[in-house]
């Protein structure tokens, strides 16, 4: 298991990390997701020994992780630590053998995986000559280049086009096939839905919601109503007791009701704003999961 174990960490006055655990079990791929500046990259740069915790560990294989094991971690940094000069290939040699391996497995690794990413043609060109997207492929090869046993990757689908997304993806999925725990952050939700065993959501400092999707989904079931009245007056819901109005756009509204709200009333505010055409539970998706769990306290964390 990697296990992320109560992570606190502040700059100056502002608390990031309040208490941030989850664990990622080998051959399951983890989507970390959470708003801009929710302390994503500040978790994944504890990890890798670049930040270091006011309080808190993070762990593989039951060892906290230690330079020696961090070694056999692949990372992909959101900076993304390219030598713009160098060639691809040589690039991808030189992050194995910074890594340990001899001259000829560092070469052999290194020609394998720029061919796997579908570098193969740009092997000689230098880096500052790629598209982004291919950049970073280069970046990703040497996170993998030294077959690593854990993978932490921030934010690696950014800027990719769709075709650049699935080979990514295709590597990733390939690698937690072969038994690696693969953690990765996103702001690409609907991706983290179609990839991921598991998701978890940063929120205020802590994780706010972990499980795989299905499991953030039953916790939901039955709250959320989608309400369709093409004329509806803007905010027709929100004087409904006990409703919440997730999403609203053209007629098309997303309600959460909370326990005991009175869908019927619901009904009725409907009807009275306009002709409904659909009204009906609605399953959530990631990315009304996610705007449910980053907006609303828990009862727990009102209580604390
Ligand atoms: N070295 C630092 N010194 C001071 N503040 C920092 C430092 N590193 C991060 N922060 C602050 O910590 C908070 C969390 O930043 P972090 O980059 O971890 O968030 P994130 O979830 O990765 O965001 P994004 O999705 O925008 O990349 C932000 O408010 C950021 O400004």
Redesign the pocket.
Known sequence: MLEFDGLHKS??D?R?LDGVGFTVAPGSMFGFC?S???????TMRIAMGLVRPDAGEVRWQGQPLDQATRRRVGYMP?ERGLYPKMKVGEQVTYFARLHGLDSAAATKASDEWVERLGLGARRADAVEKLSLGNQQRVQLAAALVTRPEVLILD?PFSGLDPIGVDSLAEALLGQAREGVPVVF?S?QLDLVERLCDSVGI?ARGRMVATGTVDELRSREAGRLLRVLVPDAAPQWAAAVPGVRVVSEQAGDTILELADGADDQAVLAAALRTGRVTHFGWQQPTLVELFRGAVAVPTPQEVAA
């Open positions: 700059f100056g502002i990031v959470g801009n500046g929710a302390g994503k990259t500040t959101e934010e952050s702001h940063l």
